[in-house]
């Protein structure tokens, strides 16, 4: 079978929960294949079934053995996610948890939930290993819904909730509890592949834009920065003009960060942002705005700071999420009126507002230095949140 056919099924959960036993008997007694990935992680492979098995050590043990594990986990992880090979792409998750023991499934779930950060939409299935007792079963299952339901950020993966004994069990001299739930398990990781394949692609583009836009934000804050010091020399502010180098600066170094080339459609791109962020009527009346802010004690030149680095910051984070919609395909180099409109939006409705709060905060910071960097400090703060907000990210 070429090892594209495969999917991958990371299989997670505690020391002593029985994940080899597990294991062991989904793979059956055909040919089997390991290979190790360190000394944290396993890949079982055998053409009995039609997924690797990716078994991770112990993540509920001692704090050193739980860091370890889950360190390696996500380092892997975060590797393979960038190489760009989607035959190591994470498809679903078997979480273990042992079936007779109600405790620390929270504590667990979190630890997973750390442990596949990358792999934020993939299914879940949870398995209770050792579930002998027929008659608490049930309940258990109910109790690990209940658990999932409480937790925002995993509820939505969870697909299966399956009891599971994998080896025949002596309760004493007579009584005997058979294997079962393998078949079960087999069955819903086949169902849940197909969707896995697709929500590991989109976890993936979600990471490598995760890790783009937090560059980003680091250019940005150098550009804010500049623009502050620029703002604050003691030349009354009138327009925008004077931040076109930093602006035009911010705009290439993000387009270059996010695969933009240099050609005659992108300038004209480059050149719509520009003018939102120095000759617009937008920036011009955020100038206006801010300059009448009425009982603020600061010299005309923090004011005039604040200005030039609520319009850098505000450009910047429009900018990057302009990029960002390009890079994914949402948009073409070529929708200039929509980038246009959408900066426009952003700076007209929330610019102002923001940079008034900032300037407000500053009041109580004495001039200096220190004001430099608290208004910097300030103005990404405000402006991050308030893109985030508006365009309803949560990472």
């Keep these: 079978m070429d090892a594209m056919d495969y999917g991958n099924v990371l299989v997670i959960g505690s020391a002593g929960v029985g994940k080899s036993t597990l294991i062991r008997t989904v793979l059956g007694t055909g040919s089997v294949v390991v290979t190790q990935l360190g000394s944290h992680l396993e890949v079982y492979e055998s053409l009995s079934i039609p997924f690797r098995i990716i078994d991770a050590r112990d993540i509920g043990g001692s704090l050193f053995a739980r860091r370890a594990t889950i360190g390696a986990i996500k380092r892997w992880s975060k590797d393979n996610a960038l190489d760009g090979d989607a035959s190591n792409d994470i498809n679903v998750i078997w979480f273990c948890i042992e079936g007779k023991s ?9 630890q997973l939930s750390r442990a596949t950060d990358v792999w934020r939409s993939v299914p879940v299935i949870v398995v209770l290993t050792k579930s002998y ?25 969870l697909r299966a909730v399956i009891p599971v ?30 969707e896995g394949v697709r929500a590991a692609s989109g ?10 836009r937090s560059v980003a934000r680091g250019i940005i804050a150098a550009s804010t920065a500049a623009g502050i ?14 931040l076109t180098p930093i602006e035009t600066g911010l705009i290439n170094a993000l387009a270059t960060l996010y695969g933009i080339g240099k050609g005659s459609t992108s300038k004209k791109l480059f050149n719509t942002i520009l003018e939102v962020g120095t000759v617009s009527t937008v920036a011009k009346a955020a100038i206006g705005a801010l300059k009448a802010i009425p009982g603020i004690n600061l010299a005309a030149s923090v004011v005039n700071a604040a200005i030039a680095g609520s319009i850098v910051a505000a450009i910047g984070e429009g900018t990057m999420r302009v990029f960002e ?71």
Excluded at 102 to 110: D, E, G, N, S, T
Aim: net charge neutral; charged share 30%.
């Design 102 to 110: 109600r405790k620390l499934i929270r504590q667990q779930l979190a």
């Design 133 to 157: 007792a027929a008659t608490e079963r049930a309940e258990n299952v109910e109790l690990v819904r209940q658990t999932f339901a409480r937790t925002k950020r995993r509820q939505r993966n």
């Design 165 to 194: 004994v994998a080896s025949t069990y002596q309760l004493d001299e007579t009584t005997f509890v058979a294997p079962e739930g393998i078949p079960e398990l087999i069955e819903a990781t086949n169902e849940a592949m197909p």
């Design 203 to 212: 976890d993936i583009a979600e990471f490598t834009l995760r890790r783009r």
């Design 229 to 242: 010091t620029v703002g604050a020399v003691p030349i009354p502010i009138s327009d925008a003009l004077i």
């Design 325 to 395: 919609r390009i890079y994914m395909g949402e948009k073409t180099l070529d929708d200039t009126e929509w980038v246009r409109g959408f900066l426009e939006s952003r700076m007209s409705r929330d610019l102002i507002a923001q940079g008034t709060k900032v300037v407000g905060k500053l009041s109580g910071v004495e001039a200096g230095t220190d004001q430099k960097k608290a208004l910097a400090s300030l103005l990404l703060e405000a402006f991050r949140q308030d893109e985030d907000k508006a365009t309803g990210d949560k990472s």
